[in-house]
């Protein structure tokens, strides 16, 4: 006679992905922090989304910069508020550049590029100096040399490639130079390093994977050194959780919008305080409000919107909300 054992089965949860959870950090950006941010284009918006969030940002006083060589050299220029002179700029086809600045900058006028790239050294001098938070993008590993000086360019500003030797940063080499930063001016600060998770793909898919992969062995020696430094995830997100290609944008190497929403989400809950956190829908529905097209601007129902904003914006005064109240403030005088 045989017995058969009776076996249940007990039903799993698919999983489809490796969600990244990310552990909070033990310090927290509140909205009295003064946070000053450096680096990619994806530096850019993540500064982008603090600064629509009514926190205290200052972002890349020089336009965006890709590579941690330049990212260093800028810091360096703004700790020590060095000016730009007429030997940083170059002429070329009806228009002034720097190789230390972004294409934004680019002037007609030699004069005017000095005057726009020296205001951008004082305010991020001031900004920097003040700062509680440093926010560091790095998004490739590969730099461009002017052959004739040696030095690495920010920019290249489509000159022509025979001026330049393209050569990729060593982990020994990004290490160095941060140490010297962590050990200096930004001993006083938190510190957060991410690498972007935008694909160089101009560099060829194995470059760019060699690129990211030196970045990211970098900042784990540096995070490694320092108490004050700290990793976010952000190439994980999007490389091991999200994974996939409808999280980019048709371009195939910028993360899509929702891509950035989620990384918003985790970045948010990982570093800011549960105040803020809690602050955060408030604040939303004010600047969508400001951002609202009355039907009837002069109209008594918008005039009564716009005493209800004041009186939101007036039960919030740790929030900067000036701009908004001048804009509400205009319908109801």
Known sequence: ????????????????????????????????SHIFSI??????????ELLEAKFDICSNPFGVMFNPASIHAALHRLAKCELFSHEDIVFDRDRWFSYDLHS?????????????????????????EDADW?????????????????????????????????????VTEI?????????????????????SPVRHL????????????????????????????????????????LRDYRFYA????????????????KFFGAILSPKSLQLLPRIKKIVRARAHLPFEPMGKNFKEFCRQQIQ????????DFSDEREYFATFIE
Not at 155 to 169: D, E, Y
């Open 1 to 32: 006679m045989y017995i058969c054992a009776h076996r249940t089965n007990t039903p799993h949860k698919m999983k489809f992905r490796t969600e990244i959870n990310i552990k909070p950090f033990a310090e927290k950006i509140d909205h009295q």
């Open 39 to 48: 680096g990619s284009c994806f530096a850019q918006y993540m500064a982008d």
């Open 104 to 128: 934004s900058f680019d002037e007609i006028s030699s004069q005017c590029i000095l005057t726009q790239a020296n205001a951008s050294v004082a305010e991020g001098n001031m900004r920097l």
């Open 134 to 170: 440093v926010v560091i993008t790095f998004g490739t590993a590969w730099v461009y040399t002017l052959n004739e000086s040696g030095k690495v360019v920010a920019n290249c500003h489509k000159q022509p490639a025979s001026n330049f030797t393209r050569h990729r940063l060593s």
């Open 175 to 195: 290490v160095e130079m941060y140490d010297e930063l962590m050990r200096g001016m930004l001993a006083d600060k938190q510190v957060i390093f991410t690498v």
């Open 202 to 241: 101009s560099d060829g898919a194995d470059e760019n994977f060699l690129s990211k992969a030196t970045l990211k062995v970098a900042v784990a020696e540096i995070v490694e050194r320092f108490d004050n430094a700290h990793y976010f995830p952000a190439y994980e997100i999007i490389n091991d959780d």
């Open 250 to 265: 048709d371009d195939l190497c910028h993360p899509s919008t929702s891509a950035r929403e989620y990384i918003r989400e």
């Open 312 to 319: 939101e914006i007036d039960s919030l005064p740790e929030i």
